[in-house]
Nanobody, 119 residues
Framework: QVQLVESGGDFVQAGDSLRLSCAASGDIAQINVINWYRQTPGQQRELVAGISSGGTEYAAAVKGRFTISRDNAKNTFYLQMNSLKPDDTGVYFC??????????????WGTGTLVTVSS
């Protein structure tokens, strides 16, 4: 089994920066795909940023302000968020496709971390 735990959410002012972290633990042989999603009340989760073997991708609304990265040695991945706007407010979830030591691939989610950006 694999667990993903996010941290770093906070209440900040517009223009501030935050770095979210997602620590993966458990039976991990390889992390294939890493994504950050966010969700606001009444809305579906939307993809904010992702890393795969094909490279990185970002939602248009965050391009140039957010950066996704990973530390393979720590099985941890990050979302650096700069120039935050009130529209960035939401619960941020990390999501990963992970291969176990038994060569099985699974899709996992964290429980979310709240980011609130005040104007």
């Amino acid at each position: 089994q694999v667990q993903l735990v996010e941290s770093g959410g906070d209440f900040v002012q517009a223009g501030d920066s935050l770095r979210l972290s997602c620590a993966a633990s458990g039976d991990i042989a390889q992390i294939n795909v890493i994504n950050w999603y966010r969700q606001t009340p009444g809305q579906q989760r939307e993809l904010v940023a992702g890393i795969s073997s094909g490279g990185t991708e970002y939602a248009a609304a965050v391009k140039g302000r957010f950066t996704i990265s990973r530390d393979n040695a720590k099985n941890t991945f990050y979302l650096q968020m700069n120039s935050l706007k009130p529209d960035d407010t939401g619960v941020y979830f990390c999501n990963a496709n992970i291969r176990s030591t038994y060569n099985n691939d699974g899709d996992y989610w964290g429980t979310g971390t709240l980011v609130t950006v005040s104007s």
